[in-house]
């Protein structure tokens, strides 16, 4: 069985999102790659690297710079003809390319996964992550999307995969004209990505306000070094960006530590951060949902405890 794995990268260099996909698709059959964007070639040279993979295609082409679904899933649909499966991280372009890529292959979508149980079943969160499903799919060309807290990442040295150059079929323009880039607002942040971060420090509502919110985590997170992130509520109050949200509508997360302060523990927040090695919960209601999945509980007031706490360090 040979899978395709979609690369997850800036034209720079590959994102840690590709690394957990290889790990799965691994459990599958051959690993290949594709990188596909505009002047990619040091990508498909890293992504060769990386341990367990077989061959790398690299699609380079201005069409593919920003990674639009409209132009890079009918290329993928061009090389499913060699391959048996397709793989994309469960991130914002891997859930935008692979539905696609699903709908012109005909064929259903896998969502999520969580394991890999053999070639044609795997397991999926729903219901929030309340309940684990079991799904095993008959159709003959697979498509995937990974949750890739759920997998180990794979080695970015090792690999010695041949590197293949391929483009659009038939003739065809890369760019479809369906969709176009206009521009992107991207927030730069000192701190690590919350996805990649091994320590987050986050809060939620009972922070207040915006100013206060600042006050009791940021010196915290700067003592540990840690990403910072927020319930939705916290999001939704205006204390934070939503680049912030942890949880099933935002991103899901699995740190060596998690310190949720002033977080209830919504199963919303929980889908999306449960999976943390080490959590650590402060909240004043000990009834409180987060006290369930906390490893580490601390019931009381956080804007005696936080501070406290920071000073210590």
């Given at each position: 069985m040979k899978t395709l794995v979609w690369v997850e990268h800036d034209n720079a260099s590959v994102k840690d999102a590709t690394l957990a996909v290889v790990t799965a698709a691994s459990k599958l059959g051959e690993v290949h790659l594709l990188v596909a964007g505009k002047g990619c070639g040091g990508v498909g040279e890293q992504a060769a690297k990386i341990a367990g993979v077989a061959k790398v295609h690299v699609a380079d082409d201005a069409a593919y710079e920003h990674a639009l679904a409209e132009n890079v899933a009918p290329l993928i649909v061009d090389l499913m003809g060699h391959h048996d499966a397709f793989l994309?991280?469960?991130?914002?372009?891997?859930?935008?390319?692979?539905?696609?890529?699903?709908?012109?292959?005909?064929?259903?979508?896998?969502?999520?996964?969580?394991?890999?149980?053999?070639?044609?079943?795997?397991?999926?969160?729903?219901?929030?992550?309340?309940?684990?499903?079991?799904?095993?799919?008959?159709?003959?060309?697979?498509?995937?999307?990974?949750?890739?807290?759920?997998?180990?990442?794979?080695?970015?040295?090792?690999?010695?995969?041949?590197?293949?150059?391929?483009?659009?079929?038939?003739?065809?323009?890369?760019?479809?004209?369906?969709?176009?880039?206009?521009?992107?607002?991207?927030?730069?942040?000192?701190?690590?990505?919350?996805?990649?971060?091994?320590?987050?420090?986050?809060?939620?509502?009972?922070?207040?306000?915006s100013e206060t919110f600042q006050q009791v985590i940021i010196p915290l997170a700067d003592k540990l070094g840690a990403a910072v992130g927020a319930s939705r509520a916290a999001v939704d109050a205006g204390y934070v960006p939503n680049d912030y949200q942890v949880g099933q509508?935002?991103?899901?997360?699995?740190?060596?530590?998690?310190?949720?302060?002033?977080?209830?523990?919504?199963?919303?927040?929980?889908?999306g951060m449960k999976d943390s090695k080490t959590i650590i919960a402060i909240n004043k209601d000990e009834d409180a949902p987060i006290f369930q999945v906390a490893d580490i509980g601390l019931v009381g007031d956080l804007f005696k405890i936080v501070p406290e706490l920071t000073e210590k360090l």
């Open positions: 994309a991280p469960a991130t914002s372009h891997g859930k935008n390319i692979a539905p696609r890529v699903a709908a012109l292959l005909d064929v259903m979508q896998i969502s999520d996964i969580l394991s890999v149980e053999s070639e044609d079943t795997f397991t999926r969160p729903t219901y929030a992550g309340n309940a684990i499903s079991t799904v095993k799919s008959s159709d003959a060309k697979k498509v995937i999307t990974v949750r890739g807290t759920a997998f180990d990442k794979a080695e970015m040295q090792g690999g010695s995969a041949s590197i293949e150059a391929v483009s659009a079929t038939g003739g065809a323009s890369a760019d479809r004209g369906i969709s176009s880039f206009i521009g992107a607002e991207i927030a730069k942040l000192e701190r690590p990505e919350l996805t990649a971060a091994k320590i987050i420090v986050s809060g939620g509502r009972a922070l207040k306000d509508t935002g991103k899901i997360v699995a740190p060596e530590v998690y310190i949720a302060i002033g977080i209830s523990g919504a199963i919303q927040h929980l889908a």
